[in-house]
């Protein structure tokens, strides 16, 4: 994990198309990580090896909490902003959307 992402708990959040969810799943059990748990709009992966745990992987198909949409995703995907993060570009929220 990047060192230039602020992490303030144990996971790391991801929205994610729900299309999408077979083939991140397939690439992420390749590497190593399992999934633990699954609720509403949210997967739960984990990787543990060599008896240390990596950071966990929330993958959400909806900004909600509790199966209660807050942020509607369509908005997110068609204004997400890409910037560069260590030489690879990430999506993020376009905080203009939350106004």
Same mark, same amino acid.
């Given at each position: !994990?990047?060192?230039?992402?602020? $992490?303030?708990?144990? =996971?790391?959040?991801? &929205?994610?198309?729900?299309?999408? &969810?077979?083939?991140?799943?397939?690439?992420?059990? +390749?590497? @190593?990580? !399992?999934?633990?748990?699954?609720? @509403?709009?949210?997967? $739960?992966?984990?990787? &543990?090896?060599? @008896?240390?745990?990596?950071?966990?992987?929330?993958?959400?198909?909806?900004? +909600?909490?509790?199966?209660?949409?807050? $942020?509607?995703?369509?908005?997110?995907?068609?204004?997400?902003?890409?910037?560069? /993060?260590? @030489? /690879?570009? !990430?999506?993020?929220? =376009?905080?203009?959307? !939350?106004?």
């Amino acid at each position: !994990m990047s060192k230039s992402i602020p $992490l303030d708990s144990d =996971n790391f959040d991801l &929205l994610v198309r729900p299309q999408d &969810l077979p083939r991140i799943d397939e690439v992420l059990r +390749a590497n @190593g990580y !399992m999934e633990v748990d699954r609720e @509403g709009y949210k997967v $739960l992966y984990r990787k &543990l090896a060599h @008896g240390d745990d990596h950071i966990a992987l929330h993958l959400h198909t909806k900004v +909600a909490w509790y199966g209660i949409e807050f $942020l509607d995703s369509t908005r997110i995907w068609e204004s997400y902003v890409k910037k560069k /993060v260590d @030489g /690879v570009i !990430m999506g993020f929220i =376009n905080r203009n959307i !939350m106004s």
